[in-house]
């Protein structure tokens, strides 16, 4: 299917159409979905992870009882960091078109958003959009964008940073979709947190804590990470999705964004000052985290960096949807890894305490038969 800018898909998940346009196919039911150590073996005999999806499950209710604490004492974090980082973003550009990134973009991009409209009195658009590593973003989106903001400058919204591949994707991604389309589009990227210190537009580089990264679909509107295989998805075709809709009951997409947004007018105040401090400052990145990333590999003899998932939001997705070998923590009982914790101990990942980087954690994946997703 051509889509045209006057011509947009149906409505996927549980967003708000209001919050995001997905420009994504509808893929449910006809993607495979396989079990983890099978899929785990293949990607690591060269398959690529794109192909087909983990199989998700819902959360253990000890688990859920620790989203249900983060719900309770994160929000306010989640709020301040959002408005600094729209702040900073419309400091630099003026007239900017959101573009989150499929899937843990997204809710970040719909906060920003609201915060635009809320605070501020701004109408940003809002597009969701794959990227996949090694394939690059989904061409036939950003035309679409492009054809129907002529003038406007993308900005590419994700939640954090691991160790900066995304980054360096977006890099890739952006020089080739100029060759295809003799375009000048930039890879700026924004994210609430940046530990790997690889982007300069982000409103902090510590290893917080964020609910939304703690869930799969039930907090990404019941939509799937990207599916690209040549099978369901042709040269015209957006990358695809599959629908969780049998998990509604569960989702908890709708009250984590609601609950953000309360917090914006009661952190005003700290908002405006935290984002002159941040206007103020060097951001440039220097690339860090992917030093601590090889001085992981060093001391663990793990050689090839894929497998090693630094940060909150990384070693969560290890623990949720791969195989992992163990789990690095840089204190024994920070409480922004207890959910970390508790997974770990739910699947007998042994836990190993190494102060020695910037991350409060990080997932190191088995080695099935040396290659990596």
């Known amino acids: 299917m051509n889509w045209t800018a006057s011509s947009l898909p149906p409505h996927l998940g549980s967003f708000d159409p209001d919050d995001v346009i997905l420009l994504l196919k509808d893929v449910t039911g006809q993607v495979e979905e396989r079990d983890t150590a099978l899929r785990e073996r293949d990607i690591q005999a060269g398959r690529h992870y794109s192909e087909d999806l983990p199989i998700e499950q819902v ?31 419309l400091s630099e550009h003026p007239s900017p078109v959101l573009v989150s990134l499929v899937r843990a973009g997204v809710p970040c991009g719909v906060l920003m958003r609201r915060y635009a409209a809320r605070e501020l009195g701004r109408d940003l658009p809002h597009y969701g959009v794959s990227i996949i590593r090694g394939k690059g973003f989904d061409e036939n989106a950003i035309r679409l964008i492009l054809q129907r903001h002529p ?56 290893d917080f804590i964020n609910p939304s990264c703690c869930l799969n679909s039930t907090i990404c509107g019941l939509i799937s990470r990207t599916v690209h295989n040549k099978t369901l998805i042709g040269p015209d075709d957006f990358h695809g999705v599959r629908v969780y809709w049998e998990f509604a009951a569960k989702d908890q997409t709708a009250r984590y964004l609601d609950g953000v ?77 207890a959910h970390i914790t508790l997974l770990a101990k739910e699947r007998h990942v042994p836990i190993t305490i190494y102060p020695e980087m910037p991350y409060l954690c990080c997932g190191l994946i088995a080695d099935k038969r040396g290659g990596a997703e």
């Open 59 to 89: 959360p253990s209710p000890a688990y859920e009882q620790v989203f249900e604490h983060l719900m309770e004492t994160q929000l306010p974090e989640v709020a301040l960091y959002t408005g600094v980082l729209t702040r900073l973003v």
């Open 151 to 206: 003038g406007q400058e993308i900005v590419f919204v994700d939640g954090w940073t691991g160790k900066g591949m995304i980054t360096h994707q977006l890099e890739e991604s952006c020089a080739q979709f100029n060759v295809h389309n003799g375009t000048s589009l930039r890879p700026t990227l924004a994210v609430l947190a940046d530990p790997a210190h690889s982007c300069s537009l982000y409103a902090t580089r510590e």
């Open 261 to 337: 947004c309360r917090w914006f007018a009661p952190r005003r105040k700290e908002i405006e000052t935290q984002f002159a401090r941040l206007l103020a400052s060097d951001r440039s990145p220097d690339w860090s985290g992917m030093q601590a990333v090889r001085r992981i590999g060093e001391a663990f003899g793990v050689h090839d960096i894929n497998r090693i998932k630094p940060s909150i939001g990384e070693t969560t997705r290890v623990l949720l949807r791969r195989v992992p070998d163990r789990v690095l923590l840089r204190e024994a009982n920070h409480p922004d890894v």
